[in-house]
């Protein structure tokens, strides 16, 4: 085999031969798609996990526009875009949260009218960041108007939608027992980005696997430069026990995957400066 990484001394491992193998290559065979599919559409896996069986109740967040929602101009919102490992023991509100979620999908995403490609990387028509590889879980710990659980967000209706609802002591002692930075225990909202390999690789062949990543990494960024806008504290973490996070979800690791997570809270208050001159 002439491909170094794959090579016996390099002591290959499975994620290896993923990478490798997921790769573009010269004169390879590309996977298209014949399927026409609208956004919904491209987001009907999460539904097929979580059924109207398993929908506990529905949170509608406060409506608003983005308009509407109070930030900082762009440039401020780039210079203050920060990873903050530290978050004060403050609730977050409801209004905040919604301006949060709202800022972090494209501006038309829930208009009904909207309709961007649910194939971006597979054309090159113009794509406006609408994720759907990945789809967004929250653990709410400590958001005013809202019961401690676990909530799927639909970002179409912009409402939160609960699959397990668990109270704050027991949300944080499952994550002391499976994240490993404890700083993170204190943040009101850890969301959990889940994407699905079988979703993906249907869509897209075995490139699917990177794409779904990639999608990942945009909505990402868009949280951290909404939570930036709003002067919230944020901090993605891939400090997780997936397997673990997966089965408290009831997802599987297949037609459902916990890929990582993003917490979002305030920042703890600045040390007051000290006037002991002694």
Known sequence: MDNFFLQ????????????ENTKNFRHGS???????????????????????????DEVALPAVTQAEVPGMNCLDTF????????????????TELSHFLKLAYPIDSSEKAST???????TLSQWNGHVT????????????????????YDEFSHSLKLIRAESRHNIDDFLKQYC??????????LLLQVGSIKASTERYGERGYRYMLLEDGVQIQRMYLSGASLGLACCA???????KVESWLGLDGFNGSVLNGFVIGHYCPAPEASHDHA
Request: with cysteine; hydrophobic share 35%.
């Open 180 to 189: 490993f930075q404890a700083e993170f225990i204190e943040s009101p909202v």
């Open 133 to 152: 590889c990945c789809r967004l879980v929250l653990l709410i710990k400590n958001v005013t108007g809202v019961a401690p659980g676990a909530y799927l």
């Open 30 to 56: 590309q996977f298209y798609s014949d399927a026409e599919l609208t956004t919904q559409d491209a987001v009907a896996w999460i539904y097929d996990i979580y059924t109207d069986e398993r929908i506990l």
């Open 79 to 94: 210079l203050t875009r920060r990873s903050t490992r530290k978050y004060a023991d403050k609730p977050l509100d409801i």
């Open 237 to 243: 973490t891939g400090s997780l026990v997936q397997g």
């Open 116 to 122: 961007p490609g649910a194939l971006p990387h597979q």
């Open 8 to 19: 016996d001394e390099h002591q290959a491992n499975p994620g290896m031969y993923l990478h």
